[in-house]
């Protein structure tokens, strides 16, 4: 192993339209440039086909690997969206890797994560199975995020491990923390916390473009009077990556997804049956 390596895999530096480039000068960080936003789908397509995958695959996916994969797929469908920022500048990511929380005891005072690499081209089961792997892995040694004792340095601290990550774009094992260790985006599930919506925030060193949590699924009643069931999807966006043009598309993108899954998840579904 090396001792000085890449730490995050980049295609290249992207051109800015006029905008980006001003948007990029404006805001001085994430907290500045965040944006909420609520895409809310109809969800009877999804657990239909979950409903079926799992039937047919003997894997227990649920919603929050739906949309894990779905996430995933955004990324992969808008290249310029996966991109951090570099020194005033946008780097487009090679990868769409998933962050997920992961709480680590019932009272939910630890809390630990994981990040699902590559989840573009895994199926929702193969997903399922690692976040399940993973999870026991780390209730069972403990969290893996590393903090420093003395209080008056852990702000320091963390913005001189961000710029070397992200801003040098260099890691190395006597760093202690796993190479790439954010991924390209975030998915928390909220519904547990009973809110109808909530927006997770962005966090300021993993450089994120953008964060979803999962709302409760709720059924709503349309104008013919048919009940069905809806799921907010609760979005968080870097600004400065990401304007209303892109954040269309991602909404757009989601929404056919939810629509069709079978037209979408299935493309990349190479589990075996």
Not at 23 to 45: G, I, M, Q
Not at 85 to 106: K, M
Not at 123 to 144: D, H, M, Y
Not at 201 to 212: C, I, S, W
Request: proline content about 7%; glycine content about 6%; some cysteine.
């Amino acid at each position: 192993m090396k001792w000085i390596e890449e730490n995050v895999p980049l295609t290249g530096r992207l051109e800015l339209s006029s905008w980006r480039t001003q948007a990029l000068s404006t805001w001085n960080s994430v907290s500045d440039a965040s944006v909420p936003a609520v895409v809310e789908v109809n969800a009877e397509p999804m657990i239909r086909f979950l409903e079926q995958h799992n039937q047919d695959k003997g894997a227990r996916a649920s919603p929050v690997h739906f949309v894990i994969k779905a996430v995933a797929l955004a990324l992969r469908e808008l290249p310029n969206v996966n991109c951090l920022i570099r020194n005033g500048h946008l780097y487009q990511r090679r990868d769409a890797d998933i962050f997920i929380p992961v709480t680590l005891d019932t009272d939910g005072h630890e809390l630990s994560y994981f990040v699902v690499r590559n989840a573009d081209t895994k199926s929702v089961s193969e997903i399922a199975e690692e976040l399940t792997r993973a999870a026991w892995t780390l209730r069972k040694e403990g969290t893996r995020i590393k903090t420093v004792t003395n209080r008056w340095l852990r702000r320091p601290f963390m913005r001189l491990i961000e710029y070397v990550l992200f801003s040098l774009n260099i890691w190395s094992p006597a760093m202690g923390i796993p190479k790439n260790p954010f991924g390209s985006a975030a998915v928390t599930d909220l519904s547990e916390f009973g809110a109808d919506y909530m927006f997770p925030p962005l966090l300021p060193f993993a450089r994120f473009p953008f964060v979803v949590g999962i709302g409760s699924i709720r059924n709503r009643y349309g104008p013919d009077g048919v009940s069905e069931r809806w799921m907010p999807l609760c979005l968080v966006f870097d600004h400065r990556i990401i304007d209303g043009v892109f954040a269309g598309r991602i909404y757009k993108f989601l929404r056919r997804v939810w629509a069709a899954p079978e037209d979408h998840i299935n493309a990349t579904d190479a589990s075996p049956n």
